[in-house]
């Protein structure tokens, strides 16, 4: 039989892995040729699972272990007709021959399968560091792993321990900490870092941080665990910590040892090497998912993003490719989200910091608008930051961290960046508006507005972290907001002269000022005062309320 893109399918194609990246190939292939052979070899006992659901299981949001099993092999028998095997792991590729040997988990024994098209989709596992006690230590990556965490938070409960330490603040470490939290465990999270939350700068984060620390989590910053003991941890600042329940959370890594043995090329980093197409050194094998390298959409570059999206579209791309259509692999953002006690925690491109490490010239945005119009009950605030490229426009990145609405507006710029939309540009953006859903100009407009002006040289800003050494050159510094706002804190070395009195209390500002107000409005009305009365003027981007999150 052949298919639109003219490639005879009555072909066999063995799939390594068979959840995100390796279901969705399988499935597509299927759809697109009906007399494929397809055979899907899953080393666990569980298919085509809702690994980013594991977390809510242990925590007991989702209550029935069963809704995280989306598909079974009999289901995908019964609808796909393919050959599902778990338990079944590949222990070797002869490339030449163009088998792979297999072994069975249940029974223990061996065998070989041919191919004619390969694909690996082992995924990644968590990094387990050498750490005296570590074997106590549990990891989540699979629906045996979740059993063996939530009976072990059963047991933790009935001891009179109730204490877990979670290794590592990343997306897993934040979301088990919430989860564990609402068990009843009193959870402390230990990162290396100086901050929790890595695709996140630190100001961003320290909003994270101060939520989950208020709703009853420790936060430890700058330490590791040194050593793991029967019911607590000791840490690398001399503490020792409780902990009946311990996770290690630290990160993962590419399952690249297969592809490795074969001799595919392996990056710097452990990733599997694919072309646009998902192709590896070998034209036979192609390779999806975590352990395979992606292309960054900033600069091309090679990178790791160990994420459900891409995973899923490239297992559908490899489907296209194998039946001949004429596919191919995009760059990736890396855009993520969390939620932990009810804030949301979302990113896309670069940080500032990535983009300082690599020389770029930037332009730094912050803002802090309400969700929807503040005169419709129930607006949450959020805090949203913007990285743009001083010399193209170009955004390189945006967070957003607050209540309802921060996905909402990290996804319309990750949107805009995959459509070359430039910062400026975002004013042009017509979005769905409604009191209760938004502002007549959205937040993501605002952002807009503001990289215009900076464009234009209408303003010009100094970051929070940059204020301190300016005001100790002497540089005068202005707090532009109310006498009673000025008197509930302000930033260090201001003098208070609010907006509304500027233009008669102008002989009290000096040739050169920083001015600030609450989130940066006034401060913008002020700064264009005191520029067209001759002064050099910068305003604190996203105003005390940036500064004082630190």
């Not at 960054?296 to 090679?302: M, S």
């Not at 804030?343 to 309400?370: D, F, N, Q």
């Amino acid at each position: 039989m052949d298919t639109p893109g003219g490639m005879l399918t009555d072909m066999k194609t063995v799939i390594v892995g068979g959840v995100a990246g390796g279901m969705s190939a399988a499935t597509r292939l299927r759809r697109l040729a009906e007399d494929a052979e397809i055979v899907v070899l899953e080393k666990s006992g569980h298919v085509s699972f809702a690994n980013c659901g594991l977390p809510y299981f242990v925590g007991g949001v989702i209550e029935k272990r069963d809704a995280l099993l989306l598909q079974t092999p009999a289901s995908l028998k019964a609808r796909f007709d393919l050959d599902v095997r778990v338990d079944s792991e590949v222990i070797a590729i002869d490339r030449a021959a163009k088998t792979v040997a297999v072994r069975n988990l249940a029974t223990g024994t061996e065998y070989t399968e041919s191919y004619d098209s390969l694909i690996l989709a082992p995924g990644a596992a968590p990094f387990v560091p050498p750490t005296p006690g570590i074997e106590r230590a549990l990891s989540l990556r699979n629906i045996a792993d979740t059993d063996a965490m939530a009976a072990k938070v059963s047991e933790v409960l009935a001891s009179g321990n109730a204490t877990a330490l979670i290794m590592g603040g990343g997306f897993i470490g934040i979301e088990l900490a919430e989860n564990l939290t609402e068990r009843g465990l009193k959870v402390t999270i230990v990162e290396l870092a100086n901050q929790i939350m890595a695709p996140l700068d630190v100001e961003m984060a320290a909003l994270v941080e101060k939520h989950i620390v208020k709703n009853g989590v420790d936060v430890v910053t700058g330490a590791s665990v040194t050593e793991i003991g029967t019911a607590d941890v000791t840490l690398s600042d001399g503490r020792t910590v409780p902990a009946g329940l311990v996770i290690a959370a630290i990160g993962v890594r590419p399952e690249s040892g297969l592809a490795k043995a074969a001799g595919l090329e392996i990056s710097d980093r452990g990733g599997i090497v694919v072309d646009d197409q998902q192709r590896t050194s070998d034209p036979s094998i192609f390779a999806v998912g975590d352990a395979v390298i992606k292309r960054d959409a900033i600069t091309g570059d090679v990178t790791m993003v160990p994420l459900a999206g891409p995973a899923n579209r490239h297992g559908r791309l490899v489907a296209d490719v194998i039946t001949g259509r004429n596919a191919h692999a995009n760059t990736v953002l890396g855009t993520a989200v969390v939620g932990v006690f009810g804030l949301s925690a979302a990113a896309t491109g670069w940080t500032e910091k990535r983009a300082v490490a690599a020389g770029r010239k930037i332009r730094v945005i912050h803002t802090h608008p309400a969700n929807h119009a503040g005169y419709y009950p129930g607006a949450e605030g959020m805090s949203l930051k913007l990285v743009v490229d001083a010399d193209t426009d170009a955004i390189l990145g945006a967070q957003g961290v607050g209540g309802s609405g921060v996905d909402k507006r990290i996804d319309v710029i990750a949107t805009a960046m995959r459509g070359g939309i430039g910062a400026s540009e975002l004013v042009d953006l017509e979005l769905s508006y409604a009191p209760q859903f938004s502002s007549a100009k959205d937040p993501v407009n605002m952002i807009g507005y503001i990289a215009e002006n900076l464009r234009d040289h209408l303003t010009e800003t100094i970051q929070w972290h940059e204020v301190a050494a300016e005001v100790a050159k002497g540089v005068q510094l202005i707090d532009v907001r109310s006498a009673g706002e000025f008197a509930r804190g302000t930033v260090d070395g201001a003098v208070n002269i609010p907006v509304d009195d500027l233009r008669e209390r102008l002989a009290e500002v000096n040739d050169e000022v920083i001015v600030h107000c609450q989130v940066g409005l006034r401060g913008y009305i002020a700064a264009r005062i005191l520029t067209q009365a001759g002064r050099k003027v910068r305003n604190l981007d996203g105003g005390y309320r940036t500064w004082a999150r630190i």
